[in-house]
């Protein structure tokens, strides 16, 4: 038969601004208090205008609330500029990624002309991500700007601009968030002496600060700046490593070719077609002392591979030991277009399927301590409950390999992405469990939990039901890794506006009840809990 068709997975949806109840099967328990928020692309066009890619689709906020046992839902569309002048106009005025907005056609030719020739303005359509900095939740992509909004309202505050506050002209929606509220992102910066990837630090929130209502980026610092090994073409990155003494960033070999950006502009081609897969480089991991600032001189690499999302790293005697979701096919990014996304069911959608590269967890081990005495080609890692190597080929030069992270029971699952963890109390430390989505089909179609010490799994999965990424939420009092929940959002295609928010008991990866919304939800990207004082 085939798989089948994704296209109610991609269609706009309207928005539901006041909380609407949902309809409880099973329970929820009742310690659970807070807001479960999820973000992602929700409208797929402005009048005759169509967007080319899913990543362009306008932000849409979901909020989740759950007090008591019981479960409301509401959701706003992002006030972006890139939303509010599109509106306006109904018609794509501000491009995205994957679509570029066409000239005014009430412009006279020779401002048509010339508009070809300035760079397109950055979109603050943020939705990639919730992201915290100081105590504020922001919503973000992966330019300069992020929208400050408020949780409970999902009203759009003010747009900020990264550039205002510190040396970058971009951030992830990946930040790391340390055990004293401090926040770290990764942004780039490029100038005459070159292209350089950041690490930028912004300090925990100052409790003695009287509280205003207005975006606060105030002490953000970039703590070191990595050259790009190529700088005319320089690595795309998604996300980045934090453990407790130190951040990796991985350069890998999806690269973005900035002559090409200028040229694509002036012919009128969208931005991602500049990015390439070029396996003939190897992935290189920067290690930085978090503390510090500084950067190892030794050049640790790997076979060329790619990841987008981290699933955890941590120090154990001497060693860092990074746990990602990797590919070994950097194409993939640039194909999620809506066409694709779009194919009828069967032998199409089968072949987009088939050609999409499987994202499977690895670990990779870095020897912290490698000086002149280091002896050569000899694996480094001394410690026996890890599988992956490191062997110094030249001096401070380390080459590594990894160590499957599953066994071959994941295939059948397709792979997995979307990583989560029990991150307040394990993030950057020693840990067993990880949750993610397994990929059946292009969209997600199974929630895993992975023992990273036996490599087993635990599955839910149900014929024509499209969980999103698993979000876990500790019980109060726990003293165990897994002692809590984990939700998902569900969206059932098969289904007219049935889709509900499902609780999992962490532990068993058993339903305990899920919460039914009489409304239809596209396939999002991200999403956190807010737990309620």
Known sequence: IGLETLATLVSSVEETPDPIPTTVQGTIPTWIN??????????????EDRYVHWFDGMAMMHRFHIKDGNVTYSSRFLRSDSYVKNTEKNRIVMSEFGTLALPDPCKNIFARFFSRFQMPEATDNASVNFVKYKGDYYVSTETNYMRRINPQSLETKEKVDWTKFVAVNSATAHPHYDQDGATYNMGNSYGKQGFFYNIVRVPPPDETAAKTDCADLSGAEVI????????RKP???????????YIVFVEQPIKLDLLKFMLYRIQGKSFHKVMTWEPKYNTIFHLVNRHTGKASE?????APMFTLHQINAYEDNGFLVMDMCCGD???AVGEFTLENIRRKSGEEMDKFYNDLCRNLPRRYVLPLNVDEQTPLDQNLISLNNYTATAVKTKPKEVVLTHEELHDDTLLQYGGLEFPQINYTQYNGRPYRYFYSCGFGHVFSDSLLKMDVHTKELKVWRFPGLYPSEPVFVASPGATEEDDGVVMSVIITPRKEKSTFLLVLDAKTFIELGRAEVPVNIPYGTHGVFNEMG
Do not use: T
């Not at 030794?298 to 790997?302: A, G, N, P, S, T």
């Open 34 to 47: 807070g807001s479960f928020l999820r973000n992602g692309p929700a409208k797929f066009e402005f009048g």
């Open 224 to 231: 070191c700046s990595i050259p790009a090994a190529e700088p």
């Open 235 to 245: 690595s795309y990155y998604h996300s980045f490593v934090m453990s407790e003494n």
């Open 298 to 302: 030794v050049r640790y690499q790997c």
């Open 329 to 331: 096919d950097g194409n």
